[in-house]
């Protein structure tokens, strides 16, 4: 009986150091579910609010491409606006008032994003169109960026500022950031909803 109870302590010690690490201290483990579940409120201290939009061509060109990223800063809404498969040169880019790129020349996403009724021209920080973005540069390689911020976009919550549910347009040719209400900037040959 005493040979039974010792190694059943035996036992019992084996299995208790076998969860013990290097130190003789017992290791702990963190569950899967739990460090998933942390990373999404990680994600937003550091960033805070974000919506993005990816481009699709329209108005016969076919091979444009690219991404609108909005992201929530200190300062208000920064944007990073890529095109790739672009025709060089200066291309017109601007926020439209309708979250629709159904229609194949992307008219369906209706005029420029203007609530506050101001004359079209360069981007802010004059009191222009809060979808006015001004040009974007594409190189020989087709591939081009554009960075932007705005203290007054707001992203979600529903106000006439609010980015959510818009379009990001791409033009077939330079904004000439003088002409109302559009900028003479040619055919709509991009087209991408702000999600």
Same mark, same amino acid.
């Given at each position: 009986?005493?040979?039974?109870?010792?190694?059943?302590?035996?036992?019992?010690?084996?299995?208790?150091?076998?969860?013990?690490?290097?130190?003789?201290?017992?290791?702990?483990?963190?569950?899967?579910?739990?460090?998933?579940?942390?990373?999404?409120?990680?994600?937003?201290?550091?960033?805070?609010?974000?919506?993005?939009?990816?481009?699709?061509?329209?108005?016969?060109?076919?091979?444009?491409?690219?991404?609108?990223?909005?992201?929530?800063?200190?300062?208000?809404?920064?944007?990073?606006?890529?095109?790739?498969?672009?025709?060089?040169?200066?291309? !017109? $880019?601007?926020?439209?008032?309708?979250?629709?790129? %159904?229609?194949? &020349?992307? *008219?369906?996403? =209706? @005029?420029?994003?203007?609530?506050?009724?101001?004359?079209?021209?360069?981007?802010?920080?004059?009191?222009?169109?809060?979808?006015?973005?001004?040009?974007?540069?594409? !190189? $020989?390689?087709?591939?081009?960026?554009?960075?932007? %911020?705005?203290? &007054?976009? *707001?992203?979600? =919550? @529903?106000?006439?500022?609010?980015?959510?549910?818009?379009?990001?347009?791409?033009?077939?040719?330079?904004?000439?950031?003088?002409?109302?209400?559009?900028?003479?900037? !040619?055919?709509?040959?991009?087209?991408?909803?702000?999600?």
């Amino acid at each position: 009986m005493q040979k039974s109870i010792l190694i059943l302590g035996l036992a019992a010690g084996i299995v208790g150091c076998a969860h013990k690490g290097a130190s003789g201290a017992a290791e702990e483990t963190t569950p899967t579910a739990q460090v998933e579940q942390a990373t999404p409120a990680a994600a937003a201290s550091a960033g805070g609010a974000a919506a993005s939009a990816k481009l699709e061509p329209r108005s016969g060109n076919t091979t444009l491409a690219g991404q609108a990223q909005f992201s929530q800063t200190a300062d208000g809404v920064k944007l990073v606006l890529r095109v790739e498969g672009a025709p060089p040169g200066e291309h !017109g $880019a601007h926020i439209h008032e309708k979250g629709d790129c %159904s229609d194949p &020349e992307a *008219k369906s996403a =209706g @005029g420029h994003w203007n609530p506050a009724g101001h004359k079209h021209g360069a981007p802010p920080p004059s009191a222009v169109h809060l979808g006015d973005l001004g040009n974007i540069h594409v !190189g $020989a390689d087709g591939t081009g960026e554009l960075t932007l %911020s705005s203290a &007054e976009w *707001k992203l979600g =919550g @529903g106000s006439a500022e609010d980015l959510i549910g818009k379009a990001v347009v791409i033009h077939g040719g330079p904004d000439d950031l003088v002409s109302d209400p559009a900028g003479n900037s !040619g055919p709509r040959i991009g087209c991408a909803v702000i999600q």
